[in-house]
């Protein structure tokens, strides 16, 4: 899998460090967030409404508002605009709905210049190519290779090198174009429907140029930009700078109410006093459709229309990071958020190119200003191109959900993934003859013809004995029981990685607690990773169904892995009725957290394995981070005496099925290799590796030379 190059990488993880360190500052950043929800909700909820308000506030300031079908109406309209000012020069700022609607091409045909103002957006424009990011146009490119640029565009005499100097550069030929320019565009990041004011949002003061200094301003926005009132703008300029960049707040925040009742300004006109200047300005807001109507009906993907184009999905993407926004990215939109807006505005087609990038981690939750579940809508969007949904133009966000099994896209190799359970049954029914089949020459070119699946990965080895079956066998240890859990059996720890799964029973007996195992369905977090909704579901009810009967007897539910956790914690609730998800969240505890809380609350230490200073290196699971459950086992390490550094690598780069496709390996082991250089240092080679989950496992093993083993199975007596 290509990749962008090391300056993608080192921005984007820039970017989300300092993130990070600015939303830690930051006492109410939770309200914030919440309260910035709440006004997209009610935005898009009253959305006719507040477009209608729109119009009177802009009319009665003195500009015009069109409202735009789709990107051929749009740019018609700003065609027709040109003509009639007879332009020959346009100017514009920063703005992926211009993008979107290609406004460049449909002027340039007509003649006009075109220049993109913003010095990213100006990078890409002369290099020819598309922005591969949404806040940072050219992140994928170095300083050299823009200056290397700027050499072969213009050949200037003395060429510039160093940041500052390419900045000034192109300050001077950017400057000159603006005060020359006929109309000038901007986009908009909210406008608020009770004035009519626009908020520009911009690193370099471009964007309040090119509103200002042609007699014409063009605004074009996407409909969903619309906010209820001035009021509510806080919140969102308090977060979307943090959110992407990492500042407490962007250089320029320009608040026009247009049109302003300043003078264009004459930069050749130094006689004339300014009171006397033409002041007979216009002002044209073009709000834009394009799908997104389509889109707030449509109960799954109308969260995407609550996106403020931070880009703090993509920042905190390790697949982003390595391969950037050309590969993770559609005709416009990139990252995380991306597979929404191509999907509603190009089609599943578009959006499947690059869909299967996200892999479900849910990284870039906890830090979306507004709170989108970026994860479910792509797995929402990866079910409907599974199934084949393409009506003509974009209907297909509005027809309800099909089950799993009619004809469709979905692959053999989908169909594998998804099906694991299955699989995993079989295995160990026929073990180890399977394991053998398996691993054969013949079974593996096989594999990886036919479902895809990379013949560099070591498949998992099924174990003749189940947990279940081995628990079904044996007699309890614990006499006078303090509590009485249900260990939930998951495919993994069932079938593969037994030893895990008896030492968790050996560990929660120690500390006295009773244990039952049943026998329970997979969470679905296999076929829901594949986008097999309805086969996910139906998983769903039926674990909720096994283990109803121990909720109601005052059982806790203890999870091995993570991805299961999550499972009960956040998709149930989109499967089970609002109680039942309620009580099985409520109710369920992942394994480590379970252990800190018995010793919290008085279970004796001295029944587990002491690490009497053994030096661990401990990596915890993408969606532990995001439940905030890393801690509870750094905490039962270090209680237990072990010496324990953890990694600041947010992701191993296995993500579950995503490592063993062949077409994706190579992405992941790069992923994963920083994580390998952490864990090979001289503080870190001669440690004990331990990680919670998985595939995290699984991908360590690859890496390293070393063994790996669970946090439970290092304490278990």
């Not at 911009?202 to 074009?220: F, L, M, W």
Request: glycine share 8%; with cysteine.
């Amino acid at each position: 899998m290509a990749t962008e190059g090391p300056a993608i990488e080192e921005n984007t993880k820039g970017f989300n460090r300092k993130r990070q360190e600015a939303v830690a500052d930051l006492e109410n950043y939770e309200e914030l967030r919440t309260r910035a929800r709440a006004i997209k909700e009610d935005a898009i909820d009253r959305l006719p409404e507040l477009v209608n308000e729109l119009r009177e506030s802009v009319e009665d300031n003195g500009g015009t508002l069109y409202i735009a079908d789709d990107a051929e109406d749009a740019n018609r309209y700003i065609r027709d605009l040109a003509a009639d000012k007879d332009a020959d020069s346009v100017v514009k700022s920063k703005s992926m709905t211009t993008e979107e609607l290609e406004v460049n091409d449909a002027l340039e045909a007509d003649g006009v210049d075109v220049v993109e103002t913003d010095l990213g957006e100006w990078v890409v424009q002369l290099a020819d190519e598309s922005p591969s990011h949404l806040i940072a146009p050219a992140i994928h490119r170095s300083r050299e290779s823009i200056a290397e640029l700027f050499q072969e565009v213009f050949d200037p005499e003395d060429p510039p090198k160093t940041a500052s100097e390419l900045t000034m550069f192109a300050r001077e030929k950017l400057g000159a174009r603006i005060r020359d320019a006929d109309i000038g565009m901007t986009g908009a990041n909210f406008i608020t429907a009770d004035s009519g004011t626009m908020a520009l949002v911009t690193s370099e003061g471009n964007a309040r140029k090119c509103a200002v200094t042609p007699d014409t301003h063009v605004a074009v926005a996407g409909v969903e930009k619309i906010i209820p009132s001035t009021d509510d703008l806080s919140p969102f300029l308090e977060l979307l700078a943090r959110s992407g960049t990492g500042q407490d707040l962007t250089a320029y925040v320009s608040m026009l109410t247009p049109p302003v009742d300043s003078p264009s300004i004459d930069f050749d006109d130094d006689e004339t006093p300014l009171s006397e200047l033409d002041s007979d300005r216009e002002f044209h807001l073009v709000l834009v459709d394009n799908g997104r109507m389509a889109m707030r009906e449509d109960d799954q993907l109308r969260e995407t229309l609550y996106c403020i184009r931070c880009g703090q999905c993509s920042n905190s993407c390790a697949n982003f990071q390595h391969i950037g926004g050309h590969g993770f990215g559609g005709e416009t939109y990139s990252g995380g958020i991306g597979t929404g807006w191509e999907a509603g505005i190009e089609g599943l087609d578009t959006a499947a190119e690059f869909n299967d990038f996200c892999t479900g981690c849910s990284r870039c939750v906890n830090g979306c200003p507004t709170k989108i579940d970026i994860p479910w809508i792509n797995t929402v969007v990866r079910d409907r191109i599974n199934r084949g949904e393409e009506p003509d133009g974009v209907d297909h966000l509005v027809e309800g959900l099909t089950p799993d099994e009619e004809p469709g896209g979905l692959d053999l190799g989908k169909r594998l993934f998804g099906n694991f359970e299955t699989l995993a049954k079989l295995g160990s029914a026929t073990a180890p003859v399977s394991n053998w089949l398996a691993d054969a020459a013949p079974a593996r070119w096989a594999l990886e013809r036919v479902a895809g699946v990379d013949a560099r990965r070591d498949l998992p080895e099924f174990q003749r004995e189940t947990l279940v079956e081995w628990f079904e066998n044996r007699v309890a240890t614990v006499s006078d029981p303090t509590r009485e859990v249900v260990l939930y059996p998951d495919v993994y720890t069932n079938h593969v990685q037994v030893e895990r799964g008896k030492a968790a029973v050996r560990v929660l007996e120690a500390l006295g607690v009773s244990v039952r195992i049943p026998s329970v369905r997979s969470s679905g977090r296999a076929p829901l990773s594949q986008g097999m909704i309805a086969t996910a579901e139906d998983h769903a009810h039926d674990v909720y169904g096994s283990l109803a009967e121990h909720l109601d007897a005052g059982r806790d539910v203890v999870v091995i892995e993570p991805s299961d956790i999550a499972m009960f914690e956040n998709e149930y609730e989109r499967f089970l009725s609002e109680k039942s998800a309620e009580r099985l969240r409520d109710n369920s505890y992942e394994i480590m957290e379970y252990v800190y809380g018995l010793l919290e609350n008085g279970a004796d230490a001295g029944a587990l394995r002491g690490g009497s200073g053994e030096e661990v290196a401990y990596h915890a699971h993408c969606q532990q981070r995001t439940l905030g459950l890393e801690a509870h086992t750094v905490a039962v390490l270090e209680d237990l005496d072990y010496d324990v550094i953890t990694s600041d690598v947010e992701c191993c780069g296995m993500a579950g099925s995503f490592g063993y496709k062949d077409t994706y390996y190579e992405l992941s082991m790069d992923v994963g290799d920083d994580l390998a250089e952490q864990f090979s240092t001289p503080e870190a080679r001669d440690r004990t590796v331990v990680a919670s989950g998985t595939s995290c496992l699984e991908q360590l093993d690859a890496l390293l030379s070393r063994p790996t083993t669970h946090p439970v199975e290092l304490v278990a007596p």
